[in-house]
């Protein structure tokens, strides 16, 4: 019975290391979010970049608009660091050019 508690209660902390902040209004038309993640080894952001991108394209789409980014922060993760994008944008006209 200890161990199921040991185990449930790492598996608890693991998660709570993962996360979004979803969009954060920063000013007029600015945007920020960010996303972590509690990675074992030696790994790129590169998931967290692709997660910050697809939040902030669904939150500019909603509003008619395209995302024009404003700051990219990306931290791989390591020994005692998490892997992290964070994401500062603003949502600007659907560019109409032909294809």
């Given at each position: 019975m200890k161990r199921k508690g040991w185990v449930l209660l790492a598996v608890t902390m693991?998660?709570?290391?993962?996360?979004?902040?979803?969009?954060?209004?920063?000013?007029?038309?600015?945007?920020?979010v960010s996303e972590k993640n509690a990675k074992?080894?030696?790994v790129t952001a590169s998931e967290e970049k692709a997660s910050v991108y697809r939040q902030a394209?669904?939150?500019?789409a909603q509003q008619?608009?395209?995302?024009k980014t404003l700051n990219l922060d990306m931290?791989?993760?390591g020994f005692g660091k998490q892997a992290s994008a964070t994401l500062e944008f603003?949502?600007?006209a659907a560019n109409?050019?032909?294809?």
């Open positions: 693991l998660l709570a290391a993962c996360g979004s902040t979803g969009i954060v209004k920063l000013e007029e038309n600015r945007y920020m074992i080894g030696f394209n669904e939150y500019c008619g608009k395209e995302v931290r791989n993760s603003k949502c600007v109409k050019e032909p294809a």
